[in-house]
């Protein structure tokens, strides 16, 4: 039987190590069929191109600094003439100077804020834009959110970019709709990754999320975020665009308990 991803083509950004989400995510399409490649930049990519080592096949390691136009620009490029069009394009990318996280939200400057609402929120409309010329009807855009309708502890910045790349996404999935294109989000609960263990206070989260989460919650497995991402890049959400599917456990349809 083939896969739910047999036969298309897929740029999964985001890969760092075998903790990344986005790791999941190009393991269980790769699985499901997809053809794969990864996306990297400056002296991470080394460690994405280890990380792709261990892929079958080992999938390509593009470099692509979201927030430098010109790489996006040599992506399209390059996916242009590898595959002739792309299917799935996955967001996996956030980034927050230390002076924006871990309790500094009344004190972070401007330019800590920009470079967190760039890279973690423009950057999905800047490589959406830059790579809808490859995207055929029935393709989808899937970008990775933490729930942004509430503060958290230690969050600060990157809660706010989160927002902005919700609503980053609506506005997507708007304008891209005629094209025919998908834009959605999934809000995953805690995952223990090298982009969360930079936040320091974040880890507090967790042990209450795995408490209340009806379903229970393990922030050492993201395989459950991988599944779900991998099946809104597939055809079987044809109608879905401009949503936010939680794959949190079902934490965020609680209550606070009552103490
Ligand atoms: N870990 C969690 O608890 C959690 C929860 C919900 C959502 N998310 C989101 O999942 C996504 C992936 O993060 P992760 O937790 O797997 O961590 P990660 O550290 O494995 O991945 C973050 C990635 O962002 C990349 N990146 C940073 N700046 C970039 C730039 N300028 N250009 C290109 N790439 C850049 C890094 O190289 C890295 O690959 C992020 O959007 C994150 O906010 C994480």
New binding site residues.
């Given amino acids: 039987m083939g896969g739910l991803l047999e036969g298309k083509k897929v740029l999964v950004?985001?890969?760092?190590?075998r903790?990344?989400?986005?790791?999941s995510i190009a393991r269980i399409s790769q699985e499901q069929g997809a053809d794969i490649a990864l996306?990297?930049?400056?002296r991470?990519a080394n460690?994405?191109r280890r990380t792709a080592k261990r892929m079958d096949p080992e999938p390509p390691v593009l470099e692509?600094?979201?927030?430098?136009p010109e790489?996006i620009k040599s992506v399209a490029e390059d996916l242009s003439e590898r595959w002739g069009r792309l299917d799935g394009l996955v967001?996996?990318?956030?980034?927050a100077p230390e002076d924006a996280l871990g309790g500094n939200f009344l004190s972070a400057e401007w330019p800590s804020v920009a470079m967190a609402l760039?890279?973690?929120a423009y950057?999905l409309a800047a490589l959406a834009t830059g790579l809808k010329d490859l995207m055929e009807p029935g393709s989808s855009i899937v970008?990775?959110?933490?729930?942004a309708s509430v503060a958290w502890p230690a969050y600060d910045w990157?809660g706010v970019?989160?927002a902005a790349?919700e609503s980053t996404a609506r506005y997507l999935a708007r304008d891209l709709g005629e094209k025919g294109l998908r834009v959605n989000l999934?809000?995953?609960?805690?995952?223990?990754?090298?982009?969360?263990?930079?936040i320091s206070g974040?880890e507090e989260?967790?042990g209450v999320w795995g408490r209340q989460a009806p379903l229970g919650w393990k922030?050492t497995n993201?395989e459950p975020?991988g599944r779900a991402v991998a099946s809104l890049l597939s055809d079987w959400w044809p109608a879905t665009t401009g949503e936010i599917i939680h794959v949190d456990g079902g934490y965020h349809a609680m209550g606070s308990p009552i103490k």
């Avoid at 996306?39 to 400056?42: A, D, P, T």
């Fill in positions: 950004t985001g890969v760092l190590d903790r990344s989400i986005a790791y996306s990297s930049f400056g991470a460690l994405t692509l600094d979201v927030n430098k790489d967001h996996a990318v956030a980034f760039q890279t973690s950057s970008g990775l959110d933490f729930d990157m970019a989160k790349m999934v809000s995953a609960g805690p995952l223990k990754t090298l982009a969360a263990s930079g974040f989260i967790e922030a993201p975020v």
